[in-house]
């Protein structure tokens, strides 16, 4: 008795045993076939029950039936786990090619703010920078617009703190730069400026390029011409400018610049209000009484300023009709350029 109960352990051991170290499909269905098949070790077990003395067949056949049920169980559980193991695999088929992470690119405003950069650099101009919380001083004062002066309601200005305040233009700059060097000055101001508007053209936050040169023997001509060049070789080379009487506190004259419609060329449509003429930017020759603040000489020198809207030389340029779609960092409108 002891004989058949010992081998029937022996099978069931060798049989949990495998069943622990399967490590794939076909070594399972081998190892159900050498135990669990027809012809199988359990099976000779049951068969061989019959020709046991009556008395021992109870035990051997309830030990037989016993390691079989553990055996078929430890069958399944490894069938399942080899079964998941081959699911992570294919979650994780390392022979896919990867997922690329989403790539950002420059922002249409920066890229209008570097390509005006690069035109002026061609023409022989040197970048200048300066801060965005500015003193009443250089943001007004040093420009010619005293205390109250009416010309401050032009610029409708966000005060942080005791006469000091978000800068409405990039023209302070103008002031910083003459204080710290001495003609000839041939420079591009890129920069963010703030006012409180709100509405299809204004923002409260927008961008400006000041341009500043003062030299010898500067005039309105030269001004001009600049601004020809740089207008040809942002939008296109046909384009043409004109000057319109304007005032700043700290230019005179002052002039207003236009260019013929991106849209009809100039002869008048929906765009340019059937004037055949856009506003881009103001300018004019320094103010002498600007020399006066950073000691330079008039009798010496002159020079011309402006200040381009670079939002609006971006509408502009791509024909957006709402200034707004610049800072929603919608993806949909973005990707368009
Ligand atoms: C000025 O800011 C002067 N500092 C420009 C200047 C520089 C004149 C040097 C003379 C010499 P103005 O307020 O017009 O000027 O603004 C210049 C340009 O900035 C406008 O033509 C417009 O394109 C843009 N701009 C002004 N306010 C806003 C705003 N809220 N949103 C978007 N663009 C604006």
């Known amino acids: 008795m002891s004989n058949v109960l010992d081998a029937i352990e022996l099978t069931r051991k060798e049989a949990l045993l495998a069943l622990e170290k399967v490590g794939d499909v076909e070594t399972l269905e081998k190892i159900r076939?050498?135990?669990l098949g027809a012809k199988g070790r359990m099976t000779?077990?049951?068969r061989s029950l019959g020709s046991l003395p009556?008395?021992?067949r109870p035990a051997a056949g309830q030990?037989?039936?016993q390691a079989r049920e553990e055996i078929s169980a430890a069958h399944r559980r490894a069938a399942e786990s080899l079964k998941q193991a081959s699911r992570r695999s294919q979650a994780l088929d390392v022979t896919l090619p990867g997922r690329k992470p989403p790539r950002g690119s420059s922002h249409i405003l920066n890229r209008t703010m570097d390509e005006i950069c690069q035109v002026f650099a061609k023409l022989g101009f040197s970048?200048?920078?300066g801060p965005e919380i500015e003193t009443d001083y250089y943001n007004f004062e040093a420009l010619n617009f005293p205390a109250d002066h009416p010309a401050r309601d032009m610029q409708d200005s966000l005060f942080v703190g005791d006469k000091l305040l978000l800068r409405t233009h990039t023209s302070p700059v103008q002031i910083r730069t003459m204080e710290k060097r001495k003609p000839p000055l041939w420079i591009v101001v890129p920069g963010r400026t703030f006012r409180r508007d709100d509405d299809i053209t204004h923002s409260p936050v927008f961008s400006q390029v000041e341009g500043l040169v003062v030299d010898k023997g500067i005039t309105m001509a030269d001004l001009k011409g600049v601004l020809s060049a740089f207008a040809s070789s942002f939008f296109s080379p046909e384009t043409t400018i004109r000057l319109r009487p304007s005032f700043f506190p700290f230019t005179e004259p002052s002039a207003e610049v236009d260019i013929a419609c991106v849209l009809c060329g100039g002869k008048g449509c929906r765009l340019c209000k059937g004037s055949g003429?856009?506003?881009l930017l103001g300018s004019g020759m320094v103010d002498p009484?600007?020399?006066?603040?950073?000691?330079y000489d008039p009798n010496e020198v002159s020079g011309f300023a402006f200040g381009i809207g670079v939002d609006r030389a971006a509408m502009l340029k791509y024909g957006l009709s709402d200034i707004r779609h610049l800072?929603?960092?919608d993806l949909r409108f973005l990707r368009q350029f």
């Open 44 to 46: 000779e077990h049951m």
């Open 289 to 295: 009484a600007l020399y006066d603040f950073v000691g």
């Open 54 to 56: 009556k008395d021992e």
């Open 327 to 329: 800072y929603q960092g």
């Open 63 to 65: 030990a037989a039936n």
């Open 33 to 35: 076939i050498e135990f």
């Open 277 to 279: 003429w856009l506003e």
């Open 127 to 129: 970048i200048v920078e």
